[in-house]
């Protein structure tokens, strides 16, 4: 098979942990008969320091044309630290979401063996979890009209949402639980919100198609509390923009280190591959970040490519790594540390 792949290391680690799932992607495609054209593209505040914008026309010329996007992170200190800044990298996420339609942020969720003791959280209550959460990722307050009044001392930011945009991830929900433990939660706050009305009673009418899943429904204030107390009962959970965002980064902890987990946007011509972390800026140019989640985010990639033995090669060699101890500083747990680069030259070799 031959594959083009638009490539967005964007900012900070962004382009150290993607050079890591570029050569283990490389790896696997050779050792599969595979053919990879990389085609890079500016995006995040690289790009505004190229061109002055965080989602060029070319570089979205350059997704749309591609099989599939592999991106890094977006973000820097310049602009953190600037309230007045009128141009954001975040900005560019958030276009390059629209314009590609990017409308189901995929989140796995689970424990590697080898790991189990590093997380915060006993292993009794986190041994076994295997959890998606899918998160819609087009609409929500995070697109909603937005605006001040009283002379600027008033803001205000607008969740809303309309069917479609419920249905067409319900949709994907659902279809992932059959393919799973048959197990679906939507998770809301429908006894205060409107739009969170709507989710329940959009959901609710979906259930006859899928007869064989069993359908829960949960306030998101509720399920921020069960993912650490129990994340094993949860299958497959579907939410709201805002809710799946502060959701997902809730339940990362589970495994130990933000640096492991993968996730896809999926869209309904050309879906993004991207890590769970930010960019990270405090260790850009070090060598020291984890470039794992990039490549199990490959792996992820490949999987949807149908692809099955190639992504699991991937998660059988990261696994072996990290029964060797072959790891970054923020799990090397006092011991030696491997530098980014060093641990993407031992996966691709060991493939």
Not at 10 to 27: C, F, R, T
Not at 252 to 257: K, L
């Amino acid at each position: 098979m031959k594959l083009t792949i638009a490539l967005l290391a964007g900012d900070g680690i962004g382009p150290e942990v993607i050079d890591q799932a570029v050569k283990v992607s490389d790896a696997v495609a050779k050792k599969f008969n595979h053919e990879i054209e990389w085609k890079p593209a500016l995006t995040g505040a690289a790009a505004i320091d190229a061109v002055g914008e965080p989602y060029p026309d070319e570089t979205h010329q350059i997704c749309t044309n591609a099989d599939a996007v592999l991106f890094g992170a977006i973000g820097h200190p310049k602009f953190d630290n600037d309230p007045s800044a009128k141009v954001r990298p975040e900005q560019g996420l958030l276009k390059m979401r629209q314009k590609l339609g990017l409308f189901a942020n995929v989140r796995p969720t689970f424990t590697f063996p080898s790991l189990i003791d590093k997380s915060p959280l006993k292993r009794d209550r986190i041994e076994g979890t295997d959890l998606i959460i899918l998160r819609e990722l087009t609409g929500g307050v995070y697109f909603g009209e937005r605006g001040r009044l009283n002379h600027g001392n008033t803001a205000f930011d607008t969740m809303t949402y309309h069917r479609f945009e419920i249905e067409r991830l319900a949709k994907k929900g659902f279809e992932m639980a059959m393919k799973r433990n048959k197990k679906l939660c939507c998770v809301d706050k429908a006894n205060v919100l409107e739009a969170s009305r709507l989710w329940r009673e959009t959901v609710q009418a979906m259930e006859k198609e899928y007869p064989e899943v069993e359908v829960s429904y949960e306030f998101v204030d509720a399920v921020a509390m069960r993912l650490i107390q129990w994340p094993k009962g949860y299958d497959v959970i579907i939410t709201a923009n805002l809710f799946g965002d502060i959701l997902t980064d809730e339940a990362s902890v589970i495994s130990g280190s933000m640096g492991l987990m993968p996730s896809s946007s999926l869209g309904s011509e050309v879906s993004l591959y991207e890590p769970i972390h930010g960019s990270y800026p405090q260790a850009a140019g070090k060598d020291i970040a984890n470039p794992l989640a990039t490549v199990l985010s490959a792996a992820m990639m490949f999987d949807d490519f149908g692809l099955a033995k190639e992504a699991q090669a991937i998660r059988d060699v990261v696994n072996k790594s990290l029964d060797q101890g072959v790891v970054t500083e923020d799990l090397a747990d006092g011991g030696k540390a491997c530098k980014t680069s060093e641990v993407g030259d031992w996966l691709a070799k060991n493939l």
